[in-house]
């Protein structure tokens, strides 16, 4: 039981630790490294040609680290991801993951304690409680994908656009996605758009940079979700049961 509410409360820190950097992050991500104004990307022709393509995102097997602003005078949060068809696991500590299984829109977090024993829990991707993954979010049914020019991050020349997802369940998503030409068109920063709660839903923006790439295959243990997992409803009946007796 104090299991389950170390799972609820670390799910609540998390949400929060989220919807405190989301706004910053964009800004913070963005930032070259030595510190300069940001530039726009440069514009592009507005031919007939350069307008939206359909074409799928279709990256290879591959690690990296993700950074995510931390806040202001805070170090930057860095992550492991690891992506393979179309499943992402995001290591946000060397005891906490969240995996993303695209195919059926749904996010586990798996927590390791002291003991080496291990808690899942499962969400679905519009329920409260963890980081959105920027990366799998280019991830969906139907991709529109507008030329928006072109920039330089990190030394990188990168093909800028802005990109519109369509999940299964009907959920558009937006970002604007620097495609790395040095990383075979990975994406070395991304800027996405994301539904806070509430009842207007208002929408703030996380921002991530991707380095330090490996193309290798991805473990399929990594990406397979724990045999037992809980519903986060469930956690919390069982959790708000025990408080009342």
């Given amino acids: 039981m104090r299991r389950l509410k ?26 070259p490294a030595n510190g300069s104004p940001v530039q726009e990307p440069a ?72 003991d080496e024993t291990t808690s899942c829990v499962s969400m679905r991707r519009d329920q409260i409680g963890f980081m959105p993954s920027p990366l799998e979010m280019l991830q969906g049914v139907k991709v529109e994908r507008t030329p928006a020019g072109t920039d330089v991050v990190d030394g990188h020349q990168c093909k800028v656009e802005d990109v519109v997802v369509t999940r299964a369940d009907g959920k558009a998503m937006k970002s604007k996605v620097w495609e790395s030409d040095d ?40 990406l397979t979700p724990p045999d037992k997992c809980m519903p986060t409803e469930k956690t919390y009946k069982v959790v708000e049961h025990e408080i009342v007796k």
């Fill in 183 to 222: 990383f075979n068109g990975l994406p070395i920063k991304i800027i996405s758009d994301v539904e806070q709660p509430g009842p207007d839903k208002p929408v703030a923006k996380i921002g991530a940079l991707y380095g330090d790439f490996k193309f290798e295959k991805v473990d399929p243990a990594l």
């Fill in 43 to 114: 514009k592009v022709a507005s031919s007939p040609s350069a307008q939206k393509s359909s074409e799928p995102f279709n990256f290879p097997d591959f690690t990296a680290i993700q950074k995510i602003a931390g806040g202001v005078g805070a170090r930057p949060l860095l992550m492991k991801v690891y992506f393979s068809g179309s499943t992402v696991r995001v290591e946000l500590s060397p005891k906490i993951e969240n995996l993303f299984v695209t195919s059926t829109g749904t996010v586990y977090r798996v927590e390791t304690y002291p």
């Fill in 6 to 31: 170390r799972i609820r409360c670390a799910a609540g820190a998390l949400f929060m630790l989220a919807a405190s950097v989301n706004i910053i992050a964009a800004q913070e991500a963005a930032k």
